[in-house]
């Protein structure tokens, strides 16, 4: 005797485990460890899910399910609109081995009528699917992530040999407002390593050239120039609209100022300078910037460093030579740090210093620690207000 789609519907039903909408209501507000898997079409989806869904439509199911939901044993409760759908996809999840799947019963349809919690998917554009569809192939991206970086702040410091490669890469990530903050002007010495700028930009504010670069490159990205050097007066004005600090200035002026902002502000500072072939990048995440981030805190600069050395002990960088492509390692490392901040997702060098040495072309990592008498983060701070210190090396 031929089946139905009834009888069929009645065996996987038979064969799955259902949960009813408002048992999965109690279990999600219990903060219960799960993974609600959405196997609705993805024009369903864009209308709405219920918040923190994986999305595989049903007719990419087997082809998905390894990469998306990678732990056979994870408990993972399938959805549709009625609940059909969803018990043919456990089913067949429980085909594929995975062992801990229920189905909800009936779906979205009536979750959405209880008025239970949905979420709208980030409204990304055709073109913005398209552009960014590598990310959003990204389960650690994905559509979500891709929205967050397009609604996220990060601000530059320094549109220079560090700033230019971190600039590049945000600004294609969609990163969607980059705020640039550089006083100088392009001169025709940048060119062997401040890639953003172009010859015939010589002699053109760098914030202006940086920004004609981003406009051609991505139309998402808005740039906000603030052209002016950082000092005491306004690094609580130029920080107050960012989430995360790249700091690519090489003072040691502007380096405290910035950590001590970054300390008393909660702004994630990643910081990278170079040196000839050598180069060095960590994140200095403060137990502020740690709640607002959601990771571990670290040491910050003045951990490291509690003052300035005195001006005749200083490097005179400004003699310094420096091997240009060695700025786009570590700019771009700048770049990826800030990236994983915004999305969330990875490990940081929080708590680490990475350095480089382009010469023998060795990467290493140096271990950071909180200094427990910090004269900024420590439990009994002696420097509470912004210094201006003399500035006595200015290169980047
Ligand atoms: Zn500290």
New binding site residues.
Partial sequence: MPTTYSDLVADVRKRTKQVSLAELKRRMDAGEKMTLLDVREKEEWRAGYIPGAVSIPRAYLEMQAEQKLPDKSAHIVAYCAAGNRSAFAAATLQDMGYTHVETANPGFVRWKDMSYPVELPAALTEAQRDRYSRHILLPEVGEAGQARLLRSKVLLLGAGGLGSPALMYLAAAGVGTLGIGDADRVDASNLQRQIVHTTSRVGMPKVESAAKFVSELNPDVKVVPHQERLSAANVERLFADYEVVVDGTDNFPTRYLVNDAGVWMGKPIVHGSIFRFDGQVTTFISANAAKKVGVEAG??Y??LYPEPPPAHLAPSCQEAGVLGILCGIVGTVQATEAIKILLGKGTTLSGRLLTYDSMKMKFRELKLR??PD?P???PKPTITTYIDYEEFCTVS
């Fill in positions: 040491p910050c003045r951990c909180r200094a910090c900024v983060c420590g």
